[in-house]
């Protein structure tokens, strides 16, 4: 999922910020600001950084972001209303006991100031991010844009994963290499995990990262062997149970650049989202009034911003897995296979400080904001199993193809396409598709059906 700003290659990262770089200023005058100043509203490279569109004292409704940005915006507390997860906090479901894994390039130098802040906004429980260093890790650079860019993603990662499972423990692991596109960053990350997962650190795994399949050394002439050097973590996951999950990418069936030119003007697909070890997790985007009621069905994201990844594996076959669905995928293993919200118009609020030009509020989307909460949600399942439930996919084509479960808490996304760039991608239809997976979810079913399923 290869963005790219100019020449610059930009991280192998899904999130895709969003021209909104909201820092204090006086409440008096908030609106009025925010009014005078309402610049198109488009998306950069991560690595690009942020691009003010006004500094503002505090995050906004979703109704006044609408009228005065152009575009919709939810804070985690809508999420909870829209997925039904305030039912299971009510039942002390909130991944008490499980812990969730992190893994970014460099992190961030003030992730948890910014944690403390973005839980204090929302009235979100306190918690401590362990972090882990997985090497010697450059000194921070806020003049560095592919720092700055890695530093936002791990902000996203860390506040969303702990908004939905908030009960859960943070570990971020901080690699010293960036991933970009190809093998570059990759060993240090899969390393980091292995070493962790050895050590029985982490239940669940996200990763809001990916490199397309064709640009993996050998891949033209049809040699996979420097991608599947690189699965030795997820195996080691699935020898101890551990869920991984990533993210599906922002551009579609294809990998663009988002100024509107085509890097990769052909379907392809990324890694580790395309990994059998793994669940890929790609985007709708919801409409929500501003307590978090939805105003319509979710549908695959697709708002001129970007559009959520999904296609055929151009390196791994169809897993046993989704024989019931080979209808649709054929002989590839097919993305996503569960879809959360991702859309720059209806981004997340996401606070950081870590940028002395950028402090504040930001909107951000993109996949790398649907596998960290998807993350959250599988932390949960593992505390209702009392256990890890491992590579969860089996359980979840299972659900999908409703063999065990009449309250599968599974949601049909039936609308929309991951059509981009010029690219044709793929539309939503009723079950299992290459634009949405299997859907969205609702959490209170999904949450228990995901762990009694895990038994079977």
């Given at each position: 999922?290869?963005?790219?700003?100019?020449?610059?290659p930009?991280?192998?990262?899904?999130?895709?910020?969003?021209?909104?770089?909201?820092?204090?200023?006086?409440?008096?005058n908030?609106a009025?600001?925010?009014?005078a100043?309402?610049?198109?509203?488009?998306?950069?490279?991560?690595?690009a950084?942020h691009?003010?569109?006004?500094?503002?004292?505090?995050?906004?409704?979703?109704?006044?972001?609408?009228a005065?940005?152009?575009i919709?915006?939810?804070?985690?507390?809508?999420?909870?209303?829209?997925?039904?997860l305030?039912?299971?906090?009510?039942?002390?479901?909130?991944?008490?006991?499980?812990?969730?894994?992190?893994?970014?390039?460099?992190?961030?130098?003030t992730?948890?100031h910014?944690l403390?802040t973005?839980?204090?906004?929302?009235?979100?429980?306190?918690?401590?991010?362990?972090?882990?260093?997985?090497g010697?890790?450059?000194?921070?650079?806020?003049?560095?844009?592919?720092?700055?860019?890695?530093a936002?993603e791990?902000?996203?990662?860390?506040?969303?994963?702990?908004?939905?499972?908030?009960?859960?423990?943070?570990?971020l692991?901080?690699?010293?290499v960036?991933e970009?596109?190809?093998?570059q960053?990759?060993?240090?990350?899969?390393?980091?995990?292995?070493?962790l997962?050895?050590?029985?650190?982490?239940?669940v795994?996200s990763?809001?990262?990916?490199?397309?399949?064709?640009?993996?050394?050998?891949?033209?002439q049809?040699d996979?062997?420097?991608?599947?050097?690189?699965?030795?973590?997820?195996?080691?996951?699935?020898?101890?149970?551990?869920?991984?999950?990533?993210?599906?990418?922002?551009?579609?069936?294809?990998?663009?650049?988002?100024?509107?030119?085509t890097?990769?003007?052909?379907?392809?697909?990324?890694?580790p989202s395309?990994?059998?070890?793994?669940?890929?997790?790609?985007?709708?985007?919801l409409?929500?009034n501003?307590?978090?009621?939805?105003?319509s069905?979710?549908?695959?994201?697709?708002?001129?911003?970007?559009?959520?990844?999904?296609?055929l594996?151009?390196?791994?076959?169809?897993?046993?897995?989704?024989?019931?669905?080979?209808?649709?995928?054929?002989?590839?293993r097919?993305?996503?296979d569960?879809?959360?919200p991702?859309?720059?118009?209806g981004g997340?609020?996401?606070?950081?400080?870590f940028?002395?030009?950028?402090?504040g509020?930001h909107?951000?989307?993109?996949?790398?904001?649907?596998?960290?909460?998807?993350?959250?949600?599988?932390?949960?399942?593992?505390?209702?199993a009392?256990?890890?439930?491992?590579?969860?996919?089996?359980?979840?084509?299972?659900?999908?193809?409703?063999?065990?479960?009449?309250?599968?808490?599974?949601?049909?996304?039936?609308?929309?396409?991951?059509?981009?760039?010029?690219?044709?991608?793929?539309?939503?239809?009723?079950?299992?598709?290459?634009?949405?997976?299997?859907?969205?979810?609702?959490?209170?079913d999904?949450?228990?059906?995901?762990?009694?399923?895990s038994?079977?």
């Open positions: 999922m290869r963005i790219h700003h100019g020449s610059v930009a991280l192998g990262i899904g999130a895709t910020a969003v021209l909104i770089a909201l820092a204090p200023t006086t409440a008096a908030t009025a600001q925010a009014s100043h309402t610049t198109t509203v488009k998306p950069i490279p991560a690595s950084g691009i003010d569109a006004r500094t503002l004292v505090s995050p906004l409704p979703t109704s006044q972001c609408v005065q940005l152009g919709h915006c939810y804070s985690p507390l809508q999420y909870r209303v829209a997925f039904g305030n039912d299971l906090y009510q039942h002390h479901i909130t991944g008490q006991g499980r812990t969730i894994m992190i893994v970014d390039s460099f992190g961030s130098p992730i948890q910014d403390d973005f839980d204090a906004q929302w009235g979100l429980p306190a918690t401590t991010v362990q972090i882990v260093q997985a010697v890790i450059p000194p921070f650079d806020p003049t560095n844009s592919d720092m700055l860019g890695w936002g791990t902000s996203l990662d860390v506040e969303y994963a702990h908004s939905i499972a908030p009960g859960a423990k943070i570990v692991v901080e690699t010293p960036s970009t596109e190809g093998v960053g990759f060993p240090e990350m899969m390393h980091a995990e292995e070493s997962i050895d050590k029985g650190v982490g239940d795994i990763q809001s990262f990916g490199a397309t399949e064709n640009t993996f050394p050998g891949f033209a049809g996979f062997s420097s991608l599947l050097a690189l699965r030795f973590a997820f195996k080691a996951a699935a020898e101890h149970g551990v869920t991984v999950l990533a993210s599906s990418g922002d551009s579609g069936a294809t990998d663009a650049e988002l100024d509107g030119s890097l990769y003007p052909f379907r392809v697909n990324s890694w395309s990994d059998p070890l793994v669940t890929s997790v790609g985007g709708t985007q409409t929500l501003d307590t978090g009621t939805r105003l069905p979710d549908v695959v994201w697709n708002d001129g911003f970007g559009a959520g990844g999904g296609g594996s151009g390196v791994f076959e169809r897993p046993e897995f989704q024989d019931g669905v080979a209808g649709v995928v054929g002989d590839q097919g993305t996503p569960i879809s959360m991702a859309s720059v118009d997340a609020w996401v606070y950081y400080s940028n002395p030009a950028r402090v509020w909107i951000i989307g993109g996949t790398s904001e649907a596998s960290p909460i998807f993350s959250g949600i599988v932390a949960l399942a593992d505390q209702v009392g256990h890890r439930l491992g590579n969860i996919n089996t359980a979840l084509y299972e659900l999908g193809l409703g063999k065990h479960s009449e309250h599968a808490g599974i949601v049909d996304v039936t609308s929309g396409n991951n059509s981009f760039a010029g690219v044709t991608g793929f539309s939503a239809t009723s079950g299992y598709d290459l634009a949405s997976g299997w859907g969205t979810i609702d959490a209170p999904f949450v228990k059906a995901l762990a009694h399923e038994e079977h």
